[in-house]
């Protein structure tokens, strides 16, 4: 009885002491250890790895046709940029069916390309020179008529030098002297308008007649007062004054009429212009 007392006392003093850390330890690994082999099994693997996976499968099993086989996701391939968009995996109605613009959209856009293609035709216009309209030469007279009945006292010389009796010097001489008695009727010697009338210095009283084509005549020496007047339409074998004295240059030759002929102001023969006799 005593002995037991014994025992007990010293047990209760073991677990008073270091022992109940003991058992304490030998508790925990105990529960380690049971976990341990809970979750794992002999090969080391985890205990919810699935059958199919841990066990070979019986291919001849005639079970295995009535178990579905579990699908087994593989790795994601990598896409091929060609591939990413295609015009054949859109609808039909996506690729065919096209908005109508509105009306007024539709005159607008007319307007701004008739707008601008007349701007560019302008501009190309401004870019091209337009060449200038080419004027036809006007025509000369059709009819020519000597203005007197005379001699040819003094010939057209515009390079040669001619002797002048009354002067007493040589000079050119652009006319030509057609001798004539005082106060013989002098004509027209073309279809024209009187151009002018005035007294020149040297060549005496003096009318001048436009005609076509830049042609003008002029009739010197003649009579104080001529039967014409400025802008008076005249034609061609019509009098417009008389043979007279009023020449102070050529005073010294017979009595003549001078007349002078130019073309677009430079001085030409009028025995180019003059019928032939």
């Known amino acids: ?30 529960i380690g250890v049971s976990s341990y082999m809970l979750f794992f099994s002999d ?3 985890p205990d919810d790895t699935p059958e199919y996976l841990s066990n070979p499968i019986n291919t001849e099993d005639p079970v295995l046709d009535r178990v579905p086989m579990p699908v087994i996701p593989s790795a994601t391939p990598k896409p091929n940029l060609n591939d990413v ?43 091209t020179p337009t060449p200038a309209p080419t004027t036809p030469a006007p025509k000369m007279p059709g009819v020519f008529v000597w203005p007197v009945k005379g ?21 050119v ?23 002018d009338i005035y007294d020149d210095v040297f060549l005496g009283t003096t009318v001048v007649i436009e005609h076509a084509g830049g042609l ?13 007047i400025v802008s008076q339409q005249i034609s061609a ?4 004054g008389g043979i007279g004295q009023t020449s102070e240059g050529e005073r010294r030759e017979v009595n ?15 025995l180019e212009y003059l019928p032939k006799e």
């Not at 003094?154 to 009354?166: E, G, I, P, R």
């Not at 074998?237 to 417009?240: D, E, K, L, M, S």
């Open 1 to 30: 009885m005593s002995s037991k007392k014994r025992n007990r006392g010293g047990f209760a003093e073991f677990l008073a002491g270091k022992g109940f850390y003991i058992i304490l330890i030998l508790c925990i690994a105990a």
């Open 43 to 45: 090969s080391g693997k």
């Open 85 to 127: 968009f295609s015009f054949d995996d859109l609808p039909v109605a996506a690729i065919t069916s096209v908005p109508t613009p509105p009306p007024d959209a539709v005159e607008s856009a007319k307007a701004t390309k008739t707008s601008l293609t007349a701007a560019e035709s302008n501009a190309e216009s401004e870019q």
């Open 151 to 171: 001699a040819s006292v003094n010939a057209f010389s515009s390079d040669d030098l001619v002797y002048n009796k009354t002067m007493g010097d040589w000079r």
């Open 173 to 195: 001489h652009l006319g030509l002297d057609i001798e004539s008695a005082l106060g013989t009727q002098v004509l027209a010697i073309a279809d024209g308008t009187i151009k």
């Open 216 to 228: 003008e005549s002029y009739y010197s020496n003649l009579m104080k007062k001529p039967t014409v």
């Open 237 to 240: 074998g019509q009098v417009i």
């Open 256 to 270: 003549h009429l001078h007349l002078e002929m130019r073309l677009d102001g430079k001085p030409v023969d009028p």
